[in-house]
């Protein structure tokens, strides 16, 4: 049996990168960059009017007031997408709309509310004077051409998504997501929806395994209930190890005599690090590698395979992109917490901030590792290293915030 933190190291030592693919913009939102993006073109590309209003000289508009009017020429009209090619003369001027480019010859805009307005009429009434480059949106004012506008690991979210489409980006390089398998075993599960009979109980791992998975960026391909049965598993795990990056599997991982997970995983020629870690509940945790696929059998209790994926499937399901800051926090316990002398203990806890702006935590009132409710109500695990007899009330925990509980996001 070896301690968490060895299990912890010797999984962080056989992650490897799942390499990138190219996404287009339309399937890029929460993907992670594999590559840095820079500006294709200063912007603004070109000198654009920020206001629908007339192009003029300014030096043309001098001294014109409502009461004494400057008659100016117009000559052509600028839109949005389609410029006019003239060049302005003294005395003339163009229509030029918002975005619109602004002709050569122009220093400035005159918002269409000081004019006579758009009319058919070549002549046009200017009723306030213009001061060089008014309302006018300068070439490369925002952003120069090649500067960096986002950097490789970036996780595209409303906010950038964009700026990429803005210069034009179509096909982009990201990380892959990692494709995994979720697999429960136990033939005395049920699905839900079906009559329950004596001596059976409702597959809950699935749909919890499932629902943790979502919280990070991943493809669940495969997710499926079977029976102890050696060879249908052996059939099944085979083909996940084929298709996915990670294969999560559930129950089967202990003593029982129906417990056919490791030897399969063995039988399939999968490397075995660790079975068995010093921490409880999730004792019998199963870790293996073939090639550069990770599997992880959790124990079937639904607190163990709840604890177990947050503590060593979650982290590493977010760093296989990007590397992501730890949850873990320090918190002041308000009840005492039970310690072991050699292994870690794990339970499901309550964590707020007082009005002193203190974490305090404490644990639920469910504690058992076959306890179908013990998650409801907690916001956080909390987390004792093996050792001294108990955690008092008053005294510093680590937790491990479920960070969807506090409306944050998980990535
Ligand atoms: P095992 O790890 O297969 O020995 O299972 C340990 C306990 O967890 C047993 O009481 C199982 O019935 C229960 N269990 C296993 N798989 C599931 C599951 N998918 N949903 C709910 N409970 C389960
Ligand atoms: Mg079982």
Request: aromatic share 8%; charged share 25%; net charge neutral.
């Given at each position: 049996?070896?301690?968490?933190?060895?299990?912890?190291?010797?999984?962080?030592?056989?992650?490897?990168?799942?390499?990138?693919?190219?996404?287009?913009?339309?399937?890029?939102?929460?993907?992670?960059?594999?590559?840095?993006?820079?500006?294709?073109?200063?912007?603004?590309?070109?000198?654009?009017?920020?206001?629908?209003?007339?192009?003029?000289?300014?030096?043309?508009?001098?001294?014109?007031?409502?009461?004494?009017?400057?008659?100016?020429?117009?000559?052509?009209?600028?839109?949005?997408?389609?410029?006019?090619?003239?060049?302005?003369?003294?005395?003339?001027?163009?229509?030029?709309?918002?975005?619109?480019?602004?002709?050569?010859?122009?220093?400035?805009?005159?918002?269409?509310?000081?004019?006579?307005?758009?009319?058919?009429s070549?002549?046009?009434?200017?009723f306030?004077?213009?001061?060089?480059?008014?309302?006018?949106?300068?070439k490369?004012?925002?952003?120069?051409?090649?500067?960096?506008?986002?950097s490789r690991?970036?996780?595209?979210?409303?906010?950038?998504?964009g700026?990429?489409?803005?210069?034009?980006?179509?096909?982009?390089?990201?990380?892959?997501?990692?494709?995994?398998?979720?697999?429960?075993?136990?033939?005395?599960?049920?699905?839900?929806?079906?009559?329950?009979?004596?001596?059976?109980?409702?597959?809950?791992?699935?749909?919890?395994?499932?629902?943790?998975a979502?919280?990070?960026?991943?493809?669940?391909?495969?997710?499926?209930?079977?029976?102890?049965?050696?060879?249908?598993?052996?059939?099944?795990?085979?083909?996940?190890?084929?298709?996915?990056?990670?294969?999560?599997?559930?129950?089967?991982?202990?003593?029982?005599?129906?417990?056919?997970?490791?030897?399969?995983?063995?039988?399939?020629?999968?490397?075995?690090?660790?079975?068995?870690?010093?921490?409880?509940?999730?004792?019998?945790?199963?870790?293996?590698t073939l090639?550069?696929?990770?599997?992880?059998?959790?124990?079937?209790?639904?607190?163990?395979?709840?604890?177990?994926?947050?503590?060593?499937?979650?982290?590493?399901?977010?760093d296989?992109?990007?590397?992501?800051?730890?949850?873990?926090?320090?918190?002041?316990?308000?009840?005492?917490?039970?310690?072991?002398?050699?292994?870690?203990?794990?339970?499901?806890?309550?964590?707020w901030?007082?009005?002193?702006?203190?974490?305090?935590?404490?644990?639920?009132?469910?504690?058992?590792?076959?306890?179908?409710?013990?998650?409801?109500?907690?916001?956080?695990?909390?987390?004792?290293?093996?050792g001294?007899?108990?955690?008092?009330?008053?005294?510093?925990?680590?937790i491990?915030?479920?960070?969807?509980?506090?409306?944050?996001?998980?990535?």
């Amino acid at each position: 049996m070896i301690s968490v933190q060895e299990a912890k190291s010797i999984i962080s030592n056989n992650i490897q990168p799942l390499g990138f693919e190219t996404v287009s913009l339309k399937n890029a939102g929460n993907r992670v960059l594999a590559q840095d993006i820079t500006a294709t073109f200063p912007m603004p590309q070109f000198d654009n009017s920020s206001m629908d209003g007339f192009a003029v000289r300014a030096v043309d508009t001098e001294g014109a007031d409502v009461l004494s009017p400057v008659i100016l020429k117009m000559v052509g009209i600028s839109s949005a997408g389609t410029p006019c090619d003239v060049i302005l003369k003294s005395g003339q001027c163009a229509q030029c709309m918002t975005g619109a480019v602004i002709p050569d010859g122009a220093d400035a805009i005159i918002i269409v509310e000081n004019t006579s307005g758009f009319l058919d009429s070549e002549t046009v009434y200017i009723f306030q004077e213009a001061k060089i480059g008014e309302h006018i949106r300068r070439k490369g004012e925002e952003i120069q051409k090649d500067e960096i506008l986002l950097s490789r690991g970036i996780c595209i979210t409303p906010n950038e998504i964009g700026t990429l489409a803005s210069f034009g980006y179509d096909k982009i390089s990201f990380m892959k997501i990692p494709k995994i398998a979720i697999i429960v075993t136990g033939s005395e599960l049920i699905e839900p929806g079906n009559k329950i009979e004596l001596g059976r109980i409702y597959n809950s791992n699935l749909y919890m395994i499932a629902e943790l998975a979502k919280k990070s960026r991943v493809e669940i391909v495969m997710r499926e209930v079977i029976k102890d049965d050696k060879d249908y598993l052996c059939r099944l795990l085979s083909e996940a190890l084929q298709t996915c990056d990670v294969i999560i599997s559930s129950g089967g991982i202990s003593m029982g005599r129906f417990d056919y997970m490791r030897e399969v995983y063995n039988k399939l020629g999968v490397q075995e690090h660790f079975w068995k870690v010093a921490q409880k509940p999730g004792k019998p945790l199963f870790f293996g590698t073939l090639d550069s696929k990770l599997i992880f059998g959790l124990p079937g209790n639904p607190v163990s395979s709840f604890i177990c994926y947050m503590e060593y499937i979650y982290p590493v399901l977010q760093d296989m992109q990007k590397k992501t800051k730890d949850f873990k926090q320090q918190a002041i316990l308000t009840e005492t917490f039970p310690v072991d002398s050699k292994k870690h203990r794990y339970l499901f806890g309550r964590s707020w901030i007082d009005s002193s702006g203190r974490l305090l935590c404490s644990p639920t009132s469910k504690t058992g590792s076959h306890m179908v409710t013990a998650f409801l109500g907690s916001n956080c695990i909390m987390v004792s290293p093996p050792g001294k007899k108990f955690m008092k009330k008053g005294d510093k925990i680590t937790i491990n915030q479920l960070n969807w509980r506090n409306n944050e996001r998980s990535f």
